[in-house]
């Protein structure tokens, strides 16, 4: 089985920064992609930001140039570090995991901007 971990979520003023983490634990092997995507109250889930195998990341325009992806192949990880939230980032957010053909998804980690 394959489990994912998010953490770092939390609570954040307007112009703050927070740092989200997930681990892949299990047997999970050959990591492709690795992405975040959100989902705030009453909203369908969105994509947030891909990183590739390769490390060429990809972001949606609400959060370019405010929030990076990187990854650690070797410890499974994917980060994301948001810097100058908004209220609007308020979401629940997850990592998802790509790997031989598979999709696999974190449980969710809260963020929560105030104004």
């Known amino acids: 089985q394959v489990h994912l971990v998010e953490s770092g979520g939390g609570l954040a003023q307007a112009g703050g920064s927070l740092r989200l983490s997930c681990t892949a634990s299990?047997?999970?092997?050959?990591?492709?992609?690795m992405a975040w995507h959100r989902q705030a109250p009453g909203k369908q889930r969105e994509w947030v930001a891909t990183?590739?195998?390769?490390?060429?990341?990809v972001y949606a325009d609400s959060v370019k140039g405010r929030f990076t992806i990187s990854r650690d192949s070797a410890k499974k990880t994917v980060y994301l570090q948001m810097n100058s939230l908004k209220p609007e980032d308020t979401a629940v957010y997850y990592c998802?995991?790509?790997?031989?053909?598979?999709?696999?998804w974190g449980p969710g980690t809260q963020v929560t901007v105030s104004s």
């Open positions: 998802r995991i790509y790997s031989n053909f598979v999709d696999y």
């Open positions: 299990g047997s999970i092997f050959s990591i492709n992609s």
């Open positions: 990183i590739s195998s390769g490390g060429m990341t």
